[in-house]
T-cell receptor, first 114, second 114 residues
Framework: EPEVTQTPSHQVTQMGQEVILRCVPI?????FYWYRQILGQKVEFLVS????????KSEIFDDQFSVERPDGSNFTLKIRSTKLEDSAMYFC????????????FGPGTRLTVT | GENVEQHPSTLSVQEGDSAVIKCTYS??????FPWYKQELGKGPQLIID?????GEKKDQRIAVTLNKTAKHFSLHITETQPEDSAVYFC?????????????FGAGTRLAVHP
């Protein structure tokens, strides 16, 4: 069964450093998302991406964040200058259809900022 | 913006009993309501979903009901088994922009005791 994969599973970085989180969505999916989950809290929407453009972003997704689909398979989230409060689980999701389509999540990357 | 409330936060049942988790949403335009199961160290797994043109949907031991008038939806698990133990999240999606970000509830930790 196709699945979303994410690397690395755990990333430790120092405050102020740049990190890139990588995702490989399900191969025939066209809509991509990043969510994050701070320990013990809700899963929160960060950004949606379609046709090489951001389609929607949340207030969390400020100028320090960017997304990219550098090739036909990867989807990346970059945090330019990490802060302590960026420590969270980051989940990538993908969907085959526009509108009320099922979103399938990857296993997540645990980001720890020290 | 859209808000989703989920109750209870924890639920403990004996194996074979039923479990019910309830969610309410605020945006009357919401039209898609998925439920996710999250096991320790894994990403959210889609287990069932319902769209706003349907009042109930069932898949083996799990069912979801939707009351659009009251703006609430529920997950029902019958004949619970220890492997049902996990955190369950409800979510709601509104059609704004067509790309359907998910707004999650806070989660319910279900423990099924043998």
């Amino acid at each position: 069964e196709p699945e979303v994969t994410q690397t690395p599973s755990h990333q430790v970085t120092q405050m102020g450093q740049e990190v890139i989180l990588r995702c490989v969505p399900i191969s025939n999916h066209l809509y991509f998302y990043w969510y994050r989950q701070i320990l013990g809290q809700k899963v929160e929407f960060l950004v949606s991406f379609y046709n090489n453009e951001i389609s929607e972003k949340s207030e969390i997704f400020d100028d320090q964040f960017s997304v990219e689909r550098p090739d036909g398979s990867n989807f990346t989230l970059k945090i330019r200058s990490t802060k302590l409060e960026d420590s969270a689980m980051y989940f990538c999701a993908s969907s085959a259809r526009q509108g009320a389509g099922e979103q399938y999540f990857g296993p997540g990357t645990r980001l720890t900022v020290t | 913006g859209e808000n989703v409330e989920q109750h209870p936060s924890t639920l403990s049942v004996q194996e074979g009993d039923s479990a019910v988790i309830k969610c309410t949403y605020s945006d009357s335009a919401s039209n898609y309501f998925p439920w996710y199961k999250q096991e320790l160290g894994k990403g959210p797994q889609l287990i069932i979903d319902i769209r706003s043109n349907v009042g109930e949907k069932k898949d083996q031991r799990i069912a979801v009901t939707l009351n659009k008038t009251a703006k609430h939806f529920s997950l029902h698990i019958t004949e619970t088994q220890p492997e049902d133990s996990a955190v369950y999240f409800c979510a709601a999606s509104s059609p704004g922009g067509g790309y359907n970000k998910l707004i999650f509830g806070a989660g319910t930790r279900l423990a099924v005791h043998p």
